[in-house]
Nanobody, 128 residues
C-alpha cells in the first residue's frame, strides 16, 4: 500500500526555518520523483519543487529558489523540504506527491494532476 506522510509543519516567525519531511512506503523511492506543493487559503495550489530520483535532478519554483532545498534520505525512505528565510507568503498547507516517472518532463514537476500518489498535507504558518 502506497503511503506518503508529511510532517514538520508549524508556526515560525518571518526569517525563520522549518524542515518538512515526506515519509514514504509501499514503493521504491529511487524509481519515483517526489514533488512538493502548497496551497494557501483562497489561492490555487502551487508547485514548490521536486526531485527526480532517476537522475537526482531538482527543480524549484522561482518564488522559493535560493531559500528552499529538497533532499532525500534513502535509508529512511524520506524526502525533505528545507525552508529558510521564510516569509508570510509561504504560509500554506504543504503536500508531497509521488510520480512513477512513466512519462516525465521537467514541467511535470509542477503539475499536481500528473502525480500518482499524494500525502495529506501539513500546515506551515509564517507569522510574528
Amino acid at each position: 500500500q502506497v503511503q506518503l506522510v508529511e510532517s514538520g509543519g508549524g508556526l515560525v516567525q518571518p526569517g525563520g526555518s522549518l524542515r518538512l519531511s515526506c515519509s514514504v512506503s509501499g514503493f521504491r523511492l529511487d524509481l519515483y520523483a517526489i514533488g512538493w506543493f502548497r496551497q494557501a487559503p483562497g489561492k490555487e495550489r502551487e508547485g514548490v519543487g521536486c526531485i527526480n530520483h532517476s537522475d537526482g535532478s531538482t527543480y524549484y519554483a522561482d518564488s522559493v529558489k535560493g531559500r528552499f532545498t529538497i533532499s532525500t534520505d534513502n535509508a529512511k525512505k524520506a524526502v525533505f523540504l528545507e525552508m529558510n528565510n521564510l516569509k508570510p507568503e509561504d504560509t500554506a498547507v504543504y503536500y508531497c506527491a509521488a510520480d512513477a516517472l512513466l512519462l516525465w518532463y521537467s514541467s511535470t514537476c509542477f503539475t499536481w494532476d500528473e502525480y500518482d500518489h499524494y500525502g495529506q498535507g501539513t500546515q506551515v504558518t509564517v507569522s510574528s
